[in-house]
């Protein structure tokens, strides 16, 4: 395996500094002659959830060790949270997969199947990094004109997507500011920005969660149905918000709640998914 830790503005000098650096770590399976050499990986860029607030240890490691296990690489990607605002978390995730892509050759990874990952925010960050990649900032600012940063599918896990009636208000203020302009809330509606570029996706959520509410997938897959872009769509009966890999691998034995057995399967279906890709 191939291990590397490092910040993504040492390597990405054109992003703006916001006074701390954007940790990235990236997991690799090793190339072996037993095997085959001439082996490419899939790989996933990981947004752990958070609220935008904080980035969560249970949707980062526990996921790159299972899609290591598959033969697919893992980047974890710390992307700036409160009180950074938007879009410098949309930066960050473009220059990710555009730095990615740039060094496939070196790593063994195939760069027609780079696909961005998130939970709940981070879902939200990995939609955004999938659906505004054309946006004038990334080009103004980072650079890239030739669709680089543009990854090749979108797995989202019970994502924040909507910045309508059933948002998660929290996420929003954290990633806006207390107040802001109707037209950026507008921008950030996901559903509302899905066009014939967006790469397809892969979405789960629970029917009953609490926090993130359901219809912010359903929103998505609809715009993504309008546009004709795939979509593989799975929504359980029951589950509480944040739910990971819902067994011991990423929950504590106490927090019984987020040991689910109905919905673990669900990381199988995205292996074979991204397998698929290209």
Known sequence: MIYKEFYLEDVCPRLPDVGTKTKATLYVPSLSPEIDLNRRFPCVVIYPGGGYGMTSDREAEPLALRFLGQGIAALIIRYAVSPVRFPTQLLQTSAAVA?????????????????????????????????????????????????????????????????????????????????????????????????????????????????????????LACALREHKVPCELHIYPHGVHGLSLADLTSANPDAVNLLNPDVTGWIDLCIRWVKNLA
């Open 99 to 219: 730095w990615m892509r740039e060094h496939a050759e070196e790593y063994a990874i195939n760069p027609n199947n780079i696909t961005v990952m998130g939970f709940s925010a981070g879902g939200h960050a990995a939609a955004s990094t999938g659906i505004l990649w054309k946006e004038d900032c990334i080009k103004d600012i980072l650079g890239y004109e030739k669709g680089e940063n543009r990854p090749d599918g979108m797995i989202l896990c019970y994502p924040v997507i909507t910045s309508g009636e059933k948002a998660h208000r929290g996420s929003f203020v954290n990633l806006l500011g207390e107040f802001t302009c109707p037209e950026l809330l507008e921008k950030v509606s996901l559903e509302k920005q899905v066009d014939d570029t967006t790469p397809p996706a892969f979405l789960w959520h629970t029917f009953d969660d609490g926090a993130v509410p359901v219809e912010n997938s359903l929103y």
